[in-house]
């Protein structure tokens, strides 16, 4: 659901349907409350709501925090991983310009293949967060078959073969990572935590309190404003594949990589 949310909305819309959302449900709470219990806007109880709602706040601001950092960590982690994978299927093709020409355009080939197929053809299911690890499979196969079928002659050849056939595991590694990135999503534990005890905070704002009747909704609406943000922060990052915020393909259409895309 989270993840057909944010390939189908953008930022703003998902802002003004989660926020507003919770900006309306506490409007309408805090005016059916004031209309069915007028007597509860003497704040008779507030003392105790007030000690509730400070505990309950400091332990969802610190679950909500710790959620936040992490999801951040975990998008960095996985655009650098791209970045990785992209600079090491890079460098095959550069050092395969010390092999003889028959040689480095069977692994020009082979490296553009599996480029392409990469971001044509992986990248959309790792968006909707169903990768096949399968189909880059052929391209990743006929990779290792080029270095596997040649035999180097000269010093210089023998060392930048070994070094490919180095990258070659990395790249394999950095594109597990990746696909496994793809698929990660907040355990659902905390996904009960963050969720549910935003639906908690928010009917915890309508019990306090407040004379004014302006004042008693500009409280209940930054509370539900920031609420539906966070939650907003939290869908986002959970998903670094997905939405306006996901990690691009562009590493691997760079450098000596753009001439697959010409």
Not at 67 to 80: I, Q, Y
Not at 89 to 110: C, G, I, K, M
Not at 124 to 143: F, H, K, Q, S, Y
Not at 232 to 248: I, K, N, Y
Request: aromatic share 8%; charged share 15%; glycine share 8%.
């Amino acid at each position: 659901m989270g993840i057909w949310l944010l390939n189908n909305f953008t930022t703003v819309a998902l802002a003004g349907l989660l926020g507003g959302g919770a900006v309306l449900a506490a409007v309408a709470g805090t005016l059916v409350l004031r209309r069915s219990f007028p007597h509860h806007a003497n704040g008779t109880h507030n003392e105790m709501i007030g000690v509730v709602l400070g505990m309950y706040a400091a332990i969802y601001g610190i679950i909500l925090a710790f959620v936040v950092v992490a999801e951040w960590e975990g998008l960095n982690e996985a655009r650098t991983n791209v970045a990785l994978e992209a600079s090491q299927t890079a460098e095959v093709l550069r050092d395969a310009s010390a092999f003889p020409a028959d040689q480095e355009r069977r692994v020009t080939n082979a490296v553009g293949a599996y480029v392409r197929v990469v971001v044509d053809e992986q990248w959309p299911l790792m968006r909707a967060g169903e990768p096949d690890p399968e189909i880059t499979n052929p391209e990743v196969t006929a990779l290792y078959e080029v270095f596997q079928e040649y035999e180097p002659q000269t010093e210089a050849e023998k060392t930048y073969y070994a070094q490919s056939v180095s990258t070659l595991g990395e790249i394999a590694g950095a594109r597990r990572t990746r696909l496994a990135d793809s698929e990660q999503s907040l355990p659902s534990l905390l996904n009960v935590l963050v969720y549910g005890g935003a639906l908690v905070m928010l009917p915890l704002t309508l019990l306090y309190g407040i004379r004014s009747v302006r004042a008693n909704l500009m409280f209940v609406v930054s509370v539900a404003a920031l609420i539906g943000v966070s939650l907003l922060l939290c869908l986002t990052l959970d998903h670094p594949f997905a939405g306006e915020l996901a990690v691009s393909p562009a590493p691997f259409k760079e450098g000596v990589l753009a001439q697959f895309w010409h």
